[in-house]
């Protein structure tokens, strides 16, 4: 490995069973991987679901989203960073209204200010990685 190249995890158990790292530095840019709603060893907020594991009400969404950001920030403080250095960030959700709903809110109390400098994109899709995510964020930052 380069020692331009540096790594973070959380400790949490997927990251070892799926095989891969929270984040990367490699020079100035860090990669941070779908961050999701964990407090480093149970979900956060999670959605309730039914019987056959689809989710029934998206009202954690905001929660998630918070938890997200924290995490991520915790990330990036390892490497002397803050989610004041993002340039870009995916969020993915389940529920589009519900996300277009909270984000507005819960990015600019993440970014600290009523207009995040970051470039943005969202994307609805049927499920994450455990059936009680309503999202995960992937952000990019440079230092």
Same mark, same amino acid.
Not at 9 to 25: F, I, L, N, R
Not at 55 to 65: E, L, R
Not at 76 to 103: H, N, Q, T, W
């Given at each position: 490995?380069?020692?331009?190249?540096?790594?973070?995890?959380? !400790?949490?158990?997927?990251?070892?069973?799926?095989?891969? $790292?929270?984040? $990367?530095?490699?020079?100035?840019?860090?990669?941070?991987? +779908?961050? /999701?709603?964990?407090? #480093?060893?149970?979900?956060?907020?999670?959605?309730?679901?039914? %019987? *056959? #594991?689809? =989710?029934?009400?998206?009202?954690?969404?905001? %929660?998630?989203?918070?938890?997200?950001?924290?995490?991520?920030?915790?990330?990036?403080?390892?490497? !002397? %960073?803050?989610?004041?250095?993002? $340039?870009?960030? =995916?969020?993915?959700?389940? *529920?589009?209204?519900?996300? *277009?709903?909270?984000?507005?809110? =819960?990015?600019?109390?993440?970014? !600290?200010?009523?207009?995040?400098?970051?470039?943005?994109?969202?994307? +609805?899709?049927?499920?994450?990685?455990?059936?009680?995510?309503?999202?995960?964020?992937?952000? =990019?930052?440079? /230092?």
């Amino acid at each position: 490995m380069s020692t331009t190249r540096k790594t973070e995890s959380h !400790g949490v158990p997927w990251e070892t069973k799926y095989g891969y $790292v929270q984040a $990367v530095q490699h020079r100035d840019t860090i990669y941070i991987s +779908g961050q /999701v709603a964990h407090d #480093g060893s149970d979900l956060v907020a999670p959605a309730p679901t039914d %019987a *056959d #594991g689809r =989710v029934t009400d998206t009202g954690n969404t905001a %929660a998630q989203m918070r938890q997200c950001y924290a995490n991520a920030a915790r990330l990036l403080a390892r490497f !002397g %960073a803050s989610l004041e250095d993002v $340039v870009d960030e =995916v969020l993915y959700v389940v *529920d589009i209204e519900a996300a *277009d709903a909270a984000a507005g809110p =819960v990015r600019k109390e993440a970014y !600290g200010r009523p207009d995040p400098q970051v470039a943005s994109t969202m994307i +609805g899709i049927p499920r994450l990685a455990f059936r009680e995510l309503l999202v995960e964020i992937k952000l =990019v930052a440079r /230092v």
